[in-house]
């Protein structure tokens, strides 16, 4: 994948990186006893799930005879991939979709804050893990590109990996920084679920237009 592809991958990754759901579940998780033990079975379960999510979808399209690596291919799946975000951004605009961040699951984050106040346990932290980062569409866009632009498997394995990372930022960083001062971590994850809560949908707005416009011009330009 170009440095221009690679660019577009992480503007995707970061239009989910914010998701109201996982911030209401890691502040739980910090609230606790044990949170660096919690953490690390969130980060680590929801990881997993996400990229074993995303090999499985790259891998199947390996294997249905697309034409990976074309600049047709890419010029395509760019355009389709900016339409799409382009469309989620317009119903966000008109009042169709609710101002949640882009592809972030529907559950309320309050449903996991109270769950997890309730069964503050390693297995409830491995089960939020895959259960607050669900694929949404900016995922499921940035795998089409996956895709296009990479013709085998172990390639786009890479791609996948710079994906999840980008998108589990905030959490890997929380657990970082809960590893030496939990305090300081559950502090800062407070101040930006009360920033997000004040500018979701403007964040939305602004990732929306701004990524599909550019896939859908550089695509253009790519066909």
């Known amino acids: 994948m170009g440095a221009l592809a690679t660019v577009e991958l992480i503007a995707l990754a970061l239009a989910t990186a914010i998701r109201p759901t996982s911030l209401a579940a890691v502040y739980a998780l910090l609230s606790s006893a044990v949170p660096r033990r919690l953490m690390s079975a969130y980060v680590l379960a929801g990881l997993t799930f996400t990229i074993a999510f995303g090999l499985l979808v790259v891998g199947v399209f390996n294997g249905a005879s697309i034409q990976s690596g074309s600049s047709k291919t890419k010029g395509i799946a760019e355009i389709g991939g900016g339409i799409l975000a382009l469309s989620f951004g317009v119903l966000v605009l008109i009042g169709r979709v609710g101002g949640r961040l882009a592809g972030d699951a529907p559950t309320a984050p309050g449903r996991w804050s109270r769950m997890l106040d309730r069964h503050l346990t390693v297995r409830s932290a491995a089960v939020a893990g895959p259960a607050t ?46 590893i030496v001062e939990p305090t300081a971590a559950q502090s800062a994850v407070k101040a930006i679920q009360a920033w997000t809560a004040r500018h979701a949908r403007a964040i939305t707005l602004v990732v929306s237009f701004a990524a599909g416009g550019t896939l859908v011009i550089h695509g253009a330009l790519t066909i």
């Open 133 to 178: 980062h669900v694929p949404g569409l900016f995922y499921l866009i940035a795998l089409n590109l996956i895709v296009s632009h990479q013709p085998h498997v172990l390639r786009g394995l890479l791609d996948i990996l710079i994906y999840n990372a980008v998108w589990f930022a905030l959490p890997i960083a929380a657990l970082a920084v809960c």
